[in-house]
């Protein structure tokens, strides 16, 4: 999976609960994104950073919270604002320049009951 | 907005036979991207093929590009039980990633 680590792999919360996972890549990947797949489709992006300290929100970001402290983590936050929590959340990461592919972690599947 | 759409959604083929895919995109792009996703994992990239290029090969794939049609297809030769896995293309602006909703392949022994 690319130096790219998530943790947990499963998370179960109660709703009404934020919720954060985690996201820690060692490959010195400058960008870093979240990404949100439901069954059967394909990714959908949350937030991206392409520096430290610096995010932008992607497609669907209501709802859920970023930070970019440190060039190796970008944790995720999901609110108890987010109406549909449970997903498949996915980490991805790629080095700098136009021509360079993304990498990503294994992924952290939330139930949210 | 998912920017790529693949076709067809699924498919399902015999082990040596080839498994063709397409990708249809909207908007102008950087590169076009493929991956692979087994089931309940993270995405793997496949090839990468820039917005100046028409075709590539990686192994036993093979990908084309045509940006006056906004189109792109990956090949895949000689099929194996383990290229099943679901198939993702990603158009790539300046470091966003679009993906589509991907072509699910089965490939039967």
């Known amino acids: 999976d690319g130096g790219i680590t998530q943790s947990p792999k499963y998370l179960f919360r109660k709703e009404g609960q934020n919720v954060t996972l985690s996201c820690e890549q060692n490959l010195n990947h400058d960008a870093m994104y979240w990404y949100r797949q439901d069954p059967g489709q394909g990714l959908r992006l949350i937030y991206y950073s392409q520096i430290v300290n610096d995010f932008q929100k992607g497609d669907i970001a209501e709802g859920y919270s970023v930070s970019r402290e440190k060039k190796e983590s970008f944790p995720l936050t999901v609110t108890s604002a987010q109406k549909n929590p449970t997903a498949f959340y996915l980490c991805?990461?790629?080095?700098?320049?136009?021509?360079?592919?993304?990498?990503f972690g294994p992924g952290t599947r939330l139930t949210v009951t | 907005s998912q920017q790529g759409e693949e076709d067809p959604q699924a498919l399902s083929i015999q082990e040596g036979e080839n498994a063709t895919m397409n990708c249809s995109y909207k908007t102008s792009i950087n590169n076009l991207q493929w991956y692979r996703q087994n089931s309940g994992r993270g995405l793997v990239h496949l090839i990468l093929i820039r917005s100046n290029e028409r075709e590539k090969h990686s192994g036993r794939l093979r990908v084309t590009l045509d940006t006056s049609k906004k189109s792109s297809s990956l090949l895949i030769t000689a099929s194996r039980a383990a290229d099943t896995a679901s198939y993702f293309c990603a158009t790539d602006s300046w470091g966003k990633l679009q993906f589509g909703a991907g072509t699910q392949v089965v490939v039967t022994p």
């Open positions: 991805a990461s790629r080095g700098q320049g136009a021509y360079y592919e993304q990498y």
